[in-house]
């Protein structure tokens, strides 16, 4: 984070924090997981849609669709 705060180039994606929970728990989804560890493809999707719009501003490539 501090390199983040120190830097403007350089971004951070909060996955744990952002993807969607658990019902009423603070935790990742379970759907979003093989295991304990493995995301399922929802969950690489999930992260993706995360990652996504930092990526393409860090490239100037515009909006996401």
């Given at each position: 984070?501090?390199?983040?705060?120190?830097?403007?180039?350089?971004?951070?994606?909060?996955?744990?924090?952002?993807?969607?929970?658990?019902?009423?728990?603070?935790?990742?989804?379970?759907?979003?997981?093989?295991?304990?560890?493995?995301?399922?493809?929802?969950?690489?999707?999930?992260?993706?849609?995360?990652?996504?719009?930092?990526?393409?501003?860090a490239l100037g490539t515009g909006p996401?669709?």
């Amino acid at each position: 984070r501090a390199l983040a705060a120190a830097n403007a180039h350089v971004s951070i994606v909060e996955a744990e924090r952002d993807l969607p929970r658990e019902g009423d728990l603070d935790i990742p989804s379970r759907a979003l997981f093989k295991d304990g560890m493995h995301l399922s493809p929802a969950g690489h999707q999930a992260l993706a849609e995360l990652i996504a719009p930092v990526l393409a501003d860090a490239l100037g490539t515009g909006p996401v669709r």
